[in-house]
């Protein structure tokens, strides 16, 4: 009940004076721009890492003998680790009284854990054939063993490194709104940076001979240049965590004080205390049983826009060398020669993807403001990420309408790569997709950054919560993208048809069910100014 300060002067002398309302604590302050640009910049460094991932690996399996069969198992340890790791790390974020700060060791320790994982996969041929792989046969089932033990390090690893990467920024940016939104598009901006870095080393064959000690007996010359690659990846990863975290400090955080970390909020749980700590997967469950709608919805729209993004991300550039170029992986040697011209073709296309995803991403706040705000801006995204999924179905068709084939000696027909235009049009799409793709990476993050500061949630358990909204949709997509797809005869087109249709819905919730953003809490000062008007 509020006080009529008129009222008060005629109260008896005997009578206590009313207990003015409590407050709510200030909002954290914000940190400067300068520390969030040096975190996010950690961005480039595990990005460029994924790029060799997609770019070199797969090739490299094949090199170790791996079965095709066990290949698809391998590369679902990505989301499961996803699932399992990044709830784990941002839950143990949240709580960590280490004198480093909350966030700071965990960024280390996958770093360290990454460059591990890298050295482990680089030299899986070296190592399996010191323990007995026969050099010139295949399979090389120790050089295997060692190569899928790196692969999960390194997947673990990068969880990791991206959840407690995504909290330091939340905290960082404090209750700010705005900066938490720039903090984020700068993340993405700098995932861009690494993807170019990323491709544009594995394109170089010539690599190698700036290292000249990564070629073996049991190492040729690609296995070579994905070595020096990882090189590379390990200094820059290391030089940039390094910087980041001697530059940016964090005090240190305990229960009992609350916080004490610029740009950190209070994120005790009610209902729980240092004292009788919940066991983690209770506090998981708690945690999803206590979701706020706004961050319900979120993580629906999170899902959808995930399933509409996976069919693409894992078959773009099989689409180039399958429907766009008629190529075939398991063809005559002519088909093969014409698939693997289109894989290189989308990968070019994936540089171009990488490039419009990395100014988009400066750009980010000036579109939320020109669309009037950051629910809307996705929306609009989505429907232009369903419309280029459809795009896919005219492009197909469009090239299958211009097969054309060169007679050769003999009276053989070889299969040549489709016109320019159509050349042109696939490429395009790939560039216009680095839009929405710019969005996805920045403002779900940013908003769930938002939301569980009004909550008064963990900012580590919170983005691990919507991590789940990510690679759920990808353990599903993997699974049943491949007999969904033979259902309707084969090709990518059916599983990109899900993804349009998908997307469209991610779009429609965006508008209709997805709350905007609260305006930013009050100034510090505002809250001084406040407290001073009840004594």
Not at 274 to 289: C, G, N, R, V, Y
């Amino acid at each position: 009940m509020e006080t009529d300060p008129t009222k008060e002067s005629k109260l008896p002398s005997s009578e206590p004076l009313p207990t003015p309302p409590p407050l709510a604590p200030p909002p954290p302050a914000s940190s400067k721009l300068r520390k969030i640009v040096m975190v996010a910049s950690i961005a480039a460094g595990i990005q460029f890492g994924w790029a060799l991932q997609l770019s070199l690996l797969t090739p490299y399996v094949q090199l170790l003998g791996i079965p095709h069969t066990w290949a698809a198992f391998i590369w679902l340890c990505g989301p499961i680790s996803g699932m399992l790791v990044q709830p784990i790390v941002g839950y143990h974020s949240d709580r960590c009284t280490s004198r480093f700060g909350r966030r700071r060791p965990f960024i280390a320790g996958g770093a360290l854990a990454v460059a591990v994982a890298v050295f482990l996969i680089g030299y899986a041929a070296d190592l399996g054939q010191l323990s007995g792989d026969p050099v010139a046969k295949s399979p090389k089932p120790r050089a295997i063993a060692v190569f899928v033990v790196g692969f999960w390090i390194l997947d673990v690893a990068n969880n990791m490194l991206q959840g407690p990467c995504r909290a330091l920024l939340a905290d960082l940016s404090g209750a700010n709104q705005k900066k938490t939104r720039i903090a984020n598009a700068l993340y993405s901006f700098f995932m861009a940076v690494g993807n170019v870095l990323g491709f544009a080393a594995g394109s170089y064959t010539h690599l190698y001979k700036i290292f000249p000690f990564t070629k073996t007996k049991a190492c040729d010359v690609y296995c070579a240049n994905l070595k020096s690659c990882f090189f590379i990846s390990i200094v820059l990863l290391l030089t940039l965590t390094v910087l980041a975290l001697i530059y940016v400090r964090e005090k240190p955080w305990s229960p009992e004080r609350g916080n004490t970390a610029a740009g950190d909020e209070e994120e005790e749980d009610e209902g729980a205390s240092e004292s009788s700590p919940m066991p983690f997967f209770s506090e998981i469950f708690a945690s999803l049983k206590n979701l706020q709608k706004p961050m319900w919805i979120l993580l629906l729209v999170t899902c959808l826009n995930w399933v509409a993004w996976f069919p693409f991300l894992l078959f773009d550039t099989d689409w180039m060398g399958r429907e766009v170029y008629g190529g075939d992986s398991n063809g005559n040697p002519d088909q093969v020669r014409l698939y693997d011209r289109g894989v290189r073709a989308g990968a070019l296309g994936l540089m171009l993807n990488s490039v419009v995803l990395g100014f988009t991403s400066l750009g980010v706040e000036v579109l939320a403001r020109a669309v009037g705000g950051v629910k809307r801006l996705w929306g609009i995204v989505n429907f232009i990420l369903s419309f280029c999924l459809f795009m896919t179905i005219l492009i197909t068709k469009m090239a299958e309408s211009h097969r054309r084939f060169a007679t050769v000696g003999g009276g053989a027909t070889v299969p040549l790569p489709p016109p320019g235009d159509v050349k042109a049009g696939a490429l395009a799409l790939f560039a216009v997709m680095g839009v929405p793709q710019a969005i996805t990476y920045s403002i779900p993050f940013a908003l769930a950054s938002i939301f569980c500061n009004t909550a008064g949630a963990g900012q580590g358990l919170s983005l691990g919560v919507l991590n789940l909204s990510i690679v759920i949709p990808q353990m599903v997509v993997s699974v049943a993208s491949g007999p969904w797809d033979a259902l309707f005869g084969g090709g990518n087109l059916p599983a990109f048809v899900v993804g349009g249709v998908a997307a469209a819905a991610s779009g429609i919730f965006a508008f209709t069910l997805l709350p905007s953003p609260q305006p930013d809490a009050p100034s510090a000062k505002t809250s001084r100014a406040v407290t001073a008007a009840f004594h």
